[in-house]
């Protein structure tokens, strides 16, 4: 299995930007779909982003269509969210999730999780 961490989180302004780090661990990181949950205080882990092992099919949640980016880097072992045009209702903890495909979007599908970096958005 591949370990990750997250990082890059922080407190932001309503409209502010933050990009999101996943670095993982294993020779084996560009065999995997990679994808982006949240959760939010007394929410569900939600869907935000996903992207295939090459780098070249995404998916993306309805609520941050438009404003945030999925990407890769199979060379440095990393995965980012570029995160702009932020609103207050994007506050949760952010996680970093290996072994889906791009169309993936259920957690079930993922099989490693990083700890989460905790992303708060001030109005």
């Known amino acids: 299995q591949v370990q990750l961490v997250e990082s890059g989180g922080g407190l932001v302004q309503t409209g502010g930007s933050l990009r999101l780090s996943c670095a993982a661990s294993?020779?084996?990181?560009?065999?995997?779909?990679m994808g982006w949950f949240r959760q939010a205080p007394g929410k569900e882990r939600e869907f935000v982003a996903a992207?295939?092992?090459?780098?070249?099919?995404?998916n993306y949640a309805d609520s941050v269509k438009g404003r945030f980016t999925i990407s890769r880097d199979n060379a440095r072992y990393t995965v980012y969210l570029q995160m702009n045009s932020l609103k207050p209702e994007d506050t949760a903890v952010y996680y970093c999730?290996?072994?889906?495909?791009?169309?993936?979007?259920?957690?079930?599908?993922?099989?490693?999780w990083g700890q989460g970096t905790q992303v708060t958005v001030s109005s």
């Open positions: 999730a290996a072994g889906g495909t791009s169309r993936s979007r259920d957690p079930e599908d993922f099989r490693s």
């Open positions: 294993g020779r084996t990181f560009s065999n995997y779909g």
């Open positions: 992207i295939s092992w090459s780098g070249q099919s995404t």
